[in-house]
């Protein structure tokens, strides 16, 4: 059975960090693109991170880079979203997700296979 279950979100204040992580299990998760999505209310899901099976390629969407850090460990089947500098506007329910095969289209919901429950993050000002 397929599983995405991520942790670490919570309620921080602006400029704070936080850190999320998304354990993975019952797919081959090395062979597997993985990425960070998220959803604020009454907004579609917009693309935050992806990294390759490798962890060679990294994409991230223009809101967040140079805040946020997306990693990988294959051996514990695991995928990390390091954010710092949260801003308000971050506040969403954030999703890890998979997917197999090309690291074209890393930003499209639909190229992702596999999808987690979501975690909750809200940023303060």
């Known amino acids: 059975q397929v599983q995405l279950v991520e942790s670490g979100g919570g309620l921080v204040q602006a400029g704070e960090p936080l850190r999320l992580s998304c354990a993975a299990s019952?797919?081959?998760?090395?062979?597997?693109?993985m990425g960070w999505f998220r959803q604020a209310p009454e907004k579609e899901r917009e693309f935050v991170a992806a990294?390759?099976?490798?962890?060679?390629?990294?994409y991230y969407g223009d809101s967040v880079k140079g805040r946020f850090t997306i990693s990988r460990d294959n051996a514990k089947n695991m995928v990390y979203l390091q954010m710092n500098s949260l801003k308000p506007e971050d506040t969403a329910v954030y999703f890890c997700?998979?997917?197999?095969?090309?690291?074209?289209?890393?930003?499209?919901?639909?190229?992702?296979?596999?999808w987690g429950q979501g975690t909750q993050v809200t940023v303060s000002s």
């Open positions: 019952g797919f081959s998760f090395s062979r597997y693109m």
């Open positions: 990294i390759s099976w490798s962890g060679s390629n990294i």
């Open positions: 997700a998979a997917r197999y095969g090309s690291t074209a289209r890393y930003g499209s919901t639909s190229e992702y296979r596999y």
